[in-house]
C-alpha cells in the first residue's frame, strides 16, 4: 500500500507568509514605473515558494521516496528513493540549534535525511519502525511545531499591519 506525506501544513503556511509578510509593501511603494513589473514578480515569487514547499514523501512495502517539484530540482534539491532492506540504521547529527537531525544510512554507505517535517510524523515513523525493524523512539520533528505556528502568526500580524498602513 502506498502512502503519501505532504510537507506539514504549519512549515508550509509559515514560509508562504513569511514570503507575504517581506513582499506585500512592495508593489505599494515601487514607482510608477515598476508597478507593474513589481506584481508580476510577487506573484511568480509566490508560485516559487508555493511550489518548493510542496515536497512528499512516499511509502510502500518496498520502498521509501522523497520526491521534490521540477523548480526544486533546478534549485538543487533531488529525489531519492530507498529499498526498506537497504537501509542499515539510522543515525543522528545534533544541528547548531540544539535540535537533531536523521539520515538513513544504507548498506552502501549511502546517507539521506529523514524527513522531519512531514504531516502525520508519527504514522510515517511507525510505517519507518516496521519495514526496517528500527527503533524509532528517539526520532520527532526537527523543530517544535510551535515554533512554525508562531512565525505564521507573526507573518500574518506583519501582513495586516502593513496592509493597515498602507489603506488608511
Known amino acids: 500500500m502506498i502512502e503519501k506525506f505532504k510537507t506539514l501544513f504549519f512549515v508550509k503556511s509559515s514560509l508562504i507568509s513569511l514570503y507575504l509578510a517581506l513582499t506585500v509593501p512592495i508593489p505599494f511603494i515601487s514607482i510608477d514605473n515598476l508597478k507593474i513589473p513589481s506584481i508580476i514578480i510577487f ?24 520526491k521534490t517539484s521540477f523548480i526544486s530540482k533546478t534549485l538543487g534539491k533531488k529525489n531519492w528513493e530507498i529499498s526498506w532492506k537497504d537501509i542499515k540504521l539510522i543515525k543522528s547529527l545534533p ?32 510505517i519507518v519502525s516496521r519495514n526496517t525493524g528500527i527503533s524509532i523512539n528517539e526520532l520527532s520533528y526537527i523543530s517544535p511545531l510551535w515554533t512554525y505556528k508562531l512565525l505564521t502568526l507573526l507573518s500574518v500580524l506583519m501582513i495586516v499591519g502593513e496592509l493597515f498602513a498602507f489603506i488608511i
Not at 43 to 66: A, M
Request: avoid cysteine; charge should be negative.
Open 95 to 126: 544541528t547548531s540549534q540544539g535540535s537533531k537531525v536523521y539520515y538513513f544510512n544504507t548498506y552502501q554507505g549511502d546517507n539521506f535525511l529523514v524527513p522531519q517535517r512531514v504531516e502525520n510524523f508519527e504514522k510515517f515513523l511507525l
Open 43 to 66: 506573484f511568480l515569487g509566490l508560485y516559487l515558494i508555493i511550489n518548493i514547499t510542496s515536497d512528499y514523501v512516499e511509502t510502500s512495502n518496498n520502498k521509501i521516496s522523497y
